[in-house]
């Protein structure tokens, strides 16, 4: 079974500029996070979403962060714009439902540098 | 999800046992303790989780105190490819919440 993928790998951007990381989960998982991940810390949930709707995301910054999921497949996630502190790894991963959520599968991450 | 407290690091020799500890005090009695790790540059994967029994995989085991107020996890003969962080998570088994990592425990295998 094919793994949860994202891209790109990694991304250096300058403060101010927009950035675009994609996700697509494992087939059939009607559950999909993305969480950020800063250096020496743990991973921190940005959304949550059930299909293609949005189960949390109260620790996503509205103002700068975006993220949506079509068709409750493939997922974005939009940071416009970016600032220093945005540098991190952004991690997206996906359960088969929300019940099943400590079961959750990580896709590599996207590493973004905002210079 | 209950407060848990890890070491901040730890080291192990190649071969031996490595013993990976977690307090979680204010556990509520269907609260699961859940164990992740994550090395370098990858997602975080699942270990193994208990209520109050002892667990084993082929992972790793879970010791689990009568208390419920602390656990261990436990990997037998640890190889190089175990050094990473390792989280302790408690949560209700059907939270349809997301995963609540604290800092974890950095295992360092050596040669």
Known sequence: ?115 | DAKTTQPTSMDCAEGRAANLPCNHSTISGNEYVYWYRQIHSQGPQYIIHGLKNNETNEMASLIITEDRKSSTLILPHATLRDTAVYYCIVRFENSGYALNFGKGTSLLVTP
């Open chain 1, 1 to 115: 079974e094919a793994g949860v993928a994202q891209s790109p790998r990694y991304k250096i951007i300058e403060k101010r500029q927009s950035v675009a990381f994609w996700c697509n989960p494992i087939s059939g998982h009607a559950t999909l996070y993305w969480y950020q991940q800063i250096l020496g810390q743990g991973p921190k949930l940005l959304i949550q979403f059930q299909n293609n709707g949005v189960v949390d995301d109260s620790q996503l910054p509205k103002d700068r962060f975006s993220a949506e999921r079509l068709k409750g497949v493939d997922s974005t996630l939009k940071i416009q714009p970016a600032k220093l502190e945005d540098s991190a790894v952004y991690l997206c991963a996906s359960s088969f439902r929300r019940t099943s959520s400590y079961e959750q599968y990580f896709g590599p991450g996207t590493r973004l540098t905002v210079t």
